[in-house]
């Protein structure tokens, strides 16, 4: 029962590692350009109301208005790592003061991430630990992430890219820093709690499956002559 068990574990996982996660991201539809964007998130058939909150807006691009500045070069930041699709609207909030940033979900998610666009030079601070998903060359040129920390990052040339949280979460807060203008959104995979979306439970079904067939094949050997 136990090799059973980490058979389909093992099925399981290296399926999940050999595909790109599909994110959901943030449809934003408000914001007074100074202090707040909000919007939702939807996961299937679940919705998810998100804010994000702080000094030092630049402006925020809401309802799928203004310029597209997810557009990728080579190497993709946002397609070249884990993640299967960039933001899929010209929904963005950019930042031009330093201070403290808070991302606030209606409920508990899973495993959220941040695209980030053109933080040159700035620097990121954190309480939450994270992980660099990729990083390319998007709308302002290229860049990298330098001096990566689990809590901290400090960008650089014109960097843009993901990174990922990893727990469950209902709030994110970060620190950034002065300069020209840098850009985020939000998104996530999952809502805590909630039930396998149908592409997990074909895996998992598909993984009880080879256990039940090599069980099978095992039950039919001989047995070696004592």
């Not at 963005?92 to 695209?115: M, R």
Request: hydrophobic share 40%; proline share 4%.
């Amino acid at each position: 029962m136990v090799a059973g068990v980490a058979l389909v574990a093992a099925v399981t996982i290296g399926g999940a590692a050999s595909a790109a996660t599909t994110v959901n991201w943030a449809d934003l539809t408000s914001t007074d350009n100074s202090t707040y964007a909000n919007g939702t998130i939807t996961v299937g058939s679940d919705t998810v109301g998100v804010s994000i909150n702080g000094t030092g807006f630049a402006t925020a691009q809401v309802n799928g208005a203004g310029t597209n500045y997810w557009t990728q070069g080579t190497p993709a930041p946002y397609t070249g790592g884990s993640v299967a699709n960039a933001p899929g609207t010209t929904d963005i909030v950019e930042f031009n003061q330093g201070g403290t940033k808070t991302i606030t979900f209606s409920k508990a998610v899973t495993d959220p991430y941040l695209a980030l666009v053109s933080w040159n030079g700035n620097t990121f601070t954190t309480s939450d630990p994270f992980t660099v998903i990729s990083e390319g060359c998007g709308y302002w040129g290229c860049g990298t992430f330098a001096n990566v920390t689990s809590t901290g990052f400090t960008g650089n040339g014109e960097l843009h890219g993901i990174v990922q949280f990893t727990g469950t979460f209902t709030s994110i807060s970060f620190t950034d820093t002065t300069e020209n203008w840098h850009g985020l959104t939000v998104g996530i995979a999952g809502i805590a709690g909630s039930v396998p979306e149908p592409a997990t439970w074909a895996m998992m079904i598909a993984g009880f499956g080879l256990v039940g067939a090599t069980m099978r094949r095992r039950a039919k050997r001989p047995l070696a002559a004592a």
